[in-house]
């Protein structure tokens, strides 16, 4: 985590290792920027207009499996989206409670956008995916969470064929989305798989 990083920087600074601080500063900076560079992809994806899309972000925690979302890469990647004007987000998290997205939301973007963005965080049948994908422009992963994994086609059936799919996590089955018809954008590809 991210606070836990800064905080070995701190010490490392206060012990005079200042080459040790610096490297770990380091890291989070790469981190931070890894992120930004993300939500740039999605924009650039769609040759940096988002005016009327609607863009689904899965996940909301900084990890795998828990409900805790401070410091995630989500709220980065959700400002980058609406400085780009993008016409709706929505974060879907099964383990985050919609109390503690909205504050860690307000506590790093306040209330810009807002009223751009929702949350859910149940689902109680496959066919949940149906009003979460509705329309989307683009689905990005951003969690690692069991529960995305090995849903592949499970979630296809929900989606357009011209919906765009952005694996932040590695975690989908990049081959099965090409052989159904979608292209799939990885970290760090600016080009479809």
């Not at 920087?9 to 989070?28: C, K, M, P, Q, T």
């Not at 329309?135 to 994994?149: C, G, Q, V, W």
């Not at 357009?160 to 990049?174: E, T, V």
């Given at each position: ?45 769609f ?8 863009i ?5 925690s ?24 993008a ?32 949350f859910?965080?149940?689902?109680t ?12 422009s683009a ?20 989606m ?34």
């Amino acid at each position: 985590m991210e606070k836990d990083v800064k905080s070995l920087v701190y010490i490392a600074r206060s012990l005079g290792l200042h080459e040790v601080a610096e490297y770990w500063d380091r890291v989070v900076n790469f981190n931070r920027f890894q992120t930004t560079r993300f939500g740039q992809q999605i924009v650039q994806a769609f040759d940096n207009c988002l005016k009327s899309k609607r863009i689904v972000l899965m996940g909301a925690s900084f990890k795998a499996n828990t409900n805790d979302c401070r410091n995630s890469c989500t709220f980065e990647v959700i400002r980058v989206l609406l400085e780009e004007d993008a016409g709706s987000i929505i974060v879907y998290d099964p383990f985050t409670k919609a109390d503690e997205f909205w504050k860690e939301y307000n506590w790093i973007l306040g209330s810009k956008g807002n009223n751009k963005v929702s949350f859910q965080s149940k689902m109680t049948h496959n066919n949940d995916f149906s009003t979460l994908f509705m329309d989307a422009s683009a689905i990005a992963f951003l969690t690692d969470h069991d529960f995305f994994k090995k849903k592949d086609e499970e979630m296809m059936p929900y989606m357009k064929k011209s919906c765009l799919i952005f694996d932040g996590r590695r975690i989908l089955q990049q081959e099965v989305w090409k052989k159904n018809g979608y292209e799939i954008f990885t970290l760090g590809s600016f080009h479809p798989c």
